[in-house]
T-cell receptor
Framework: EADIYQTPRYLVIGTGKKITLECSQT?????MYWYQQDPGMELHLIHY???????EKGDLSSESTVSRIRTEHFPLTLESARPSHTSQYLC??????????????FGEGSWLTVV | GNSVTQMEGPVTLSEEAFLTINCTYT??????LFWYVQYPGEGLQLLLK?????DKGSNKGFEATYRKETTSFHLEKGSVQVSDSAVYFC???????????FGKGTRLSVIA
């Protein structure tokens, strides 16, 4: 059973608002990820981190930013939300064993709607 | 680069039908292969995985065999249930330091 938590699960906010999506895991995993999932189901990696103070941009360009000050916490922030940011955001983590085959564990997702 | 191609859905089956969802990959070296499942309103969860050629992953009646010669990892289940309705993602990992690469997902609907 994965112990990775995302809040809020559902959020509707107005254009121009700042929003932070929270993600925490209690498994001590070094690696954490943010994926954006569009209505057509495809997953896009937008940010990842391989440890404290390490962050990288993913395959899909995103106006969001992330930080990794603590191992267990990987928040994602949108400084000024726009309707194009409406999507589901999935946080994930995996152990760092330096090998392939590491399972990625996902949170339940945060559904963001910008009006 | 690394990539995963899986059959497009949606796939609609009657209960107890046989399921195959095709997945092929492109990668250098010896990747690990995964199937994840996403039930409505939830995040993804690992269904099964295989870490080397000829390995068979299995879970909940689903199976997939890592075929290096055909670069495939097709998902199968002999008799689907309504509760199997979900989106299924094939994925690969080609090193410990690169994120998983996902396919685009295949939506399965099982009707009673």
């Amino acid at each position: 059973e994965a112990d990775i938590y995302q809040t809020p699960r559902y959020l509707v906010i107005g254009t121009g608002k700042k929003i932070t999506l929270e993600c925490s895991q209690t498994m001590g995993h070094d690696k954490m990820y943010w994926y954006q999932q569009d209505p057509g189901m495809e997953l896009h990696l937008i940010h990842y981190s391989y440890g404290v103070n390490s962050t990288e941009k993913g395959d899909l360009s995103s106006e969001s930013t992330v930080s990794r000050i603590r191992t267990e916490h990987f928040p994602l922030t949108l400084e000024s939300a726009r309707p194009s940011h409406t999507s589901q955001y999935l946080c994930a983590s995996s152990p760092d064993r330096g090998l392939t085959g590491n399972t990625i564990y996902f949170g339940e997702g945060s559904w963001l709607t910008v009006v | 680069g690394n990539s995963v191609t899986q059959m497009e859905g949606p796939v609609t089956l009657s209960e107890e039908a046989f399921l195959t969802i095709n997945c092929t990959y492109t990668a250098t070296g010896y990747p690990s292969l995964f199937w994840y499942v996403q039930y409505p309103g939830e995040g993804l969860q690992l269904l099964l995985k295989a870490t080397k050629a000829d390995d068979k992953g299995s879970n909940k009646g689903f199976e997939a065999t890592y075929r290096k010669e055909t670069t495939s990892f097709h998902l199968e289940k002999g008799s689907v249930q309504v509760s199997d309705s979900a989106v299924y993602f094939c994925a690969l990992s080609n090193s410990g330091n690169t994120p998983l690469v996902f396919g685009k997902g295949t939506r399965l609907s099982v009707i009673a």
